[in-house]
């Protein structure tokens, strides 16, 4: 979208009776191509072209968005922002992030858009590729379908401080989902990869197989007696452990004071050694970005480091009810005010592999599939349906399902150790964890 366009919307705003504004131009185009049982099931096309603004007047804010972006529309949409800010409650903490804070001058080469346009042909050749290596694993009797996606967004964000800045990335995606066994014994299992470039993508092949053999792997699941056994949560979805932290380290739950972390900052939260970091500009990240949401400079931190938690995550708004500086975590769609995210979440790796965790922790739960997470936000009381493998002596005895692991997530981190099999599979990766013992809720 033109940057003439949104520079014209905040100055329009302005005199239009705005003491500050912010215009954010959004444009969108995907194509999704699905599969199942070789035939083509769908085909989806997407385009879309947006406008959202922020205005402020004194502490009084308001938001709007719109997809009609012709002059006659955007001087309603202005028209009608400035007249629900001066309607607004006041918010003490509200304003556009600090000028001293704010990207300046080309950002970082994060390498995010690959200019490949695949054509739907390309994206269902991938689709049935992916599905028939799922259909070929010995056990599988079904298919959920396979399906290629692919998407390029860009975005900019234009401030009355004068800031201007673009951002453009591309997807890929591919899945596949199976199903192996007969009637009630049915299971299923899939996979999925998403990536900025085409090439980094795996073979569909590669795709289809792991979807294949996670569904057969999951036949004959038992349900198990309720015990405290060591659990370990498989690399493909151990960040689900993490997550609680993140909405327990965000300014906005801090302010309110409804964090289970709220009085734990500087102090050691995890096992020494144990390492998170946010990495705003990693090449090719799912994640990455040159800056924040409000146009804020950002930069790579470790928000554990050594056990300790270093920071909040914070915007400009929950920066000054906190007395603190902005951290460069802002995010946000078209319209509302800023919330908090991470980039590029890690949980750097430890020593040992998978293997070794069985072996060290003898007995117990290998989480390779969980659901229906629950969290009390207060107090970090947390229990998650899942389904595994149970392992004895170290290694894999029998499939498990219908059980539930839960505890208090200030014991759980303490005593969390992550193992060495890291793959950056999203925005937010992690080797497998191990917590010693926990309550698994089972028949």
Known sequence: MDQNLLHDVVAAALKAGADAAEAVAAERQSLSVTVRMGALEEVEREESRDLGLRVFVGRRQASVSGSDISAPARARLIERAVAMARLA????????????????????????YDPAEPSADDLEAAARLAEAAARAVPGVTNSDGGSATWGASSWRLATSTGFDGPHRASGFSLSASAIAGEGSAMERGGEGRSTRWRDDLPTAEAVGAEAGRRAVGRLGARKIASTVAPVIFENRLATSLIGPLIGAISGPAIARGTSFLKDKLGQAVFAS???IVDEPHRPRGLGSAPFDDEGVANQARALIDDGVLTTWLLNSASARQLGLETTGHASRGLAGPPGVSPSNLTVRPGERDLAALMRDAGQGLLVTSMFGPS??????????????????????AYPVAEITVAGNLI?????LIPGSDLELRGAANAPSLLVDGLAIAGK
């Open 89 to 112: 409650p006041e918010d003490p903490y509200a304003g556009l992030a600090p000028e001293e804070r704010l990207a300046r001058g080309p950002g970082p080469d994060l390498d995010l």
């Open 273 to 275: 050694g144990v390492r």
């Open 375 to 396: 969290l009390n936000g207060n107090t970090g009381d947390w229990s998650v349906g899942c389904s595994g493998v149970w392992f004895e002596n170290g290694e894999a």
């Open 411 to 415: 014991d759980i981190y303490a005593r």
